[in-house]
């Protein structure tokens, strides 16, 4: 009769290990990734404090202002998928995700709305002599059926445009940098790679509603999505008493993806802190008040747990 095999038993695991020496043992219960446990434990931080090389045609790239790190997205891809799998990004920009799945080994599909940034990254490809992952140019909630099925995506990592706010809310005209005693107009960076008309906060959330309704249906059950978001620090105009007054706040925006996410039926599982140390800090309320340099991105990540 053949011994029962209890967990409890020290060799209870050697049937479903591989060792893969210095990277450790792999798994082959694991259905998520190629990862094994050492490199796993690594990608649970809940803080990723690196800058990553401006590689990837990187001067090309930052045209767009918001590009994220081709590197930090395969490290994301190869937590999130196994190899040959499907990564999805709507909001391609000049194609951080893309390029990421491609170093990864992974598939992918990108949408953008923004026509020069799809020519800027089938540019970056043939620069870097990478082969390029198909990126259709439109907006994704309106072409998103065409072009990617329904249950068809392994892991979806993306990056929503940040809230470019109307006029009245918009602020912060001048900006002294740290260590410097020149004061020179706001850049407004954020503006270069929206293209888009500004938009009241509502409208913003509007749109990640409707976008995280349409991407519920791509994902495959038991999948992750990966979103990053900025926090900003805005004045906004606000009523009191019937009077008009301008104040400035932090608007935390990750937690009003993760509130969508979820009314959406997504499970929140992590929210991930991306710490660039390179960052530069700009003085913006010395000696008056207290503004934060922001010198993070967040990285939400949510399961579709549910059919
Ligand atoms: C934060 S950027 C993404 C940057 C990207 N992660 C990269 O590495 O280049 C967001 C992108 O979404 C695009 N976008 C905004 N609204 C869109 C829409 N409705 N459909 C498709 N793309 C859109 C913008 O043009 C912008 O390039």
Redesign the pocket.
């Known amino acids: 009769m053949s011994k029962k095999i209890s967990p409890k038993d020290k060799n209870f695991l050697k049937p479903y290990q591989i060792d893969f020496g210095e990277r450790g043992v792999y798994d082959t219960r694991n259905p998520l990734n190629d990862l094994t446990g050492k490199e796993w434990l690594f990608a649970t931080k809940s803080v990723i404090p690196k800058s990553y090389p401006p590689d990837f045609s990187h001067e090309l790239?930052r045209k767009?202002g918001?590009?994220?790190p081709p590197l930090l997205c395969k490290e994301l891809i190869e937590t999130f998928t196994k190899k040959g799998e499907l990564v999805f990004?709507?909001?391609?920009?000049?194609?951080?995700?893309l390029i990421g799945a491609t170093l990864a080994g992974r598939r992918a599909i990108g949408?953008?709305?923004?026509k020069e940034?799809i020519q800027i990254y089938q540019q970056v490809c043939k620069e870097n002599n990478l082969p390029q992952m198909p990126c259709y140019h439109?907006?994704?909630?309106q072409i998103m059926d065409t072009y990617v099925h329904d249950d068809s995506v392994d892991f979806i990592l993306t990056?929503?445009?940040?809230w470019t706010m109307d006029k009245l809310e918009q602020t912060r005209g001048v900006i002294r940098y740290a260590g410097t005693s020149v004061k020179k107009p706001n850049p407004s960076s954020l503006k270069k790679?929206?293209?888009?008309p500004p938009q009241s906060k509502d409208d913003w959330l509007h749109?990640i509603e409707s976008l995280f309704k349409k991407l519920w249906n791509k994902l495959k059950y038991k999948r992750y999505m990966a979103v990053?978001i900025g926090n900003m620090y805005r004045t906004v105009t606000i009523q009191k008493n019937g009077k008009k007054r301008k104040i400035s706040k932090y608007h935390l925006l990750s937690a009003d993806i993760a509130r969508i996410g979820e009314q959406q039926g997504f499970i929140l599982k992590a929210e991930r802190i991306w710490y660039d140390p390179s960052k530069a800090l700009g003085c913006y309320g010395y000696p008056f008040s207290y503004v934060p340099s922001i010198v993070d991105q967040r990285i939400l990540i949510f399961r579709k747990e549910q059919i």
Not at 89 to 97: M, N
Not at 159 to 162: E, G, L, Q
């Open positions: 790239r767009h918001g590009m994220k990004d709507p909001l391609a920009g000049v194609g951080g995700t949408i953008e709305i923004n940034w439109g907006d994704c909630l990056d929503v445009p940040f790679f929206n293209a888009l749109f990053f």
